[in-house]
């Protein structure tokens, strides 16, 4: 059975909840990612998304200079390193999250699954299918 860190991406970055969101809005442009883990006295607190940007910011006309901590979700999902793709996917349906944090056995941050990694190989097309389309479904 395929564990996450075999398809777990390693460039993880994450942000303080005092950062600008201008800031976060930067950093996943030139890193090409959609989702940072907010992370304050060496705990995740919550995460941004550039949904989260988009929905919680802009559409209510705050400019670039609000801090992070005024529209990211507070409280994280996330998983195990060893865990097993299955139970990751599972994990993304149930939260209705696109992108999940994975950390080692000593709770520390050490990568991110997308659902995009998911459909990595064949076998795993039916899983992201499935969780897409749970993860799709109004809340």
């Not at 907010?38 to 989260?52: A, T």
């Not at 097993?84 to 944090?101: F, G, N, T, Y």
């Not at 998911?118 to 795993?124: F, H, I, S, T, Y």
């Amino acid at each position: 059975m395929k564990k996450v860190k075999e398809l777990m991406s390693h460039n993880v970055q994450v942000t303080s909840p005092d950062a600008t969101i201008q800031d976060v809005a930067k950093k996943m442009r030139e890193g090409n990612f959609g989702m940072m883990p907010v992370e304050e006295n060496d705990r995740m607190i919550g995460s941004i998304s550039d949904r989260d940007i988009a929905m919680q910011a802009v559409a209510d006309g705050k400019g670039a200079s609000t801090k992070v901590r005024e529209v990211m979700t507070e409280g994280i999902v996330w998983a195990y390193e060893d865990d097993s793709v299955a139970d990751a996917a599972k994990l993304m349906s149930e939260h209705q999250i696109r992108r999940l944090p994975i950390v080692n056995a000593s709770k520390r941050l050490v990568g991110i699954v997308a659902l995009g990694d998911l459909a990595v190989e064949d076998a795993d097309i039916k899983v992201a299918g499935e969780t897409l389309s749970e993860i799709s479904q109004p809340a």
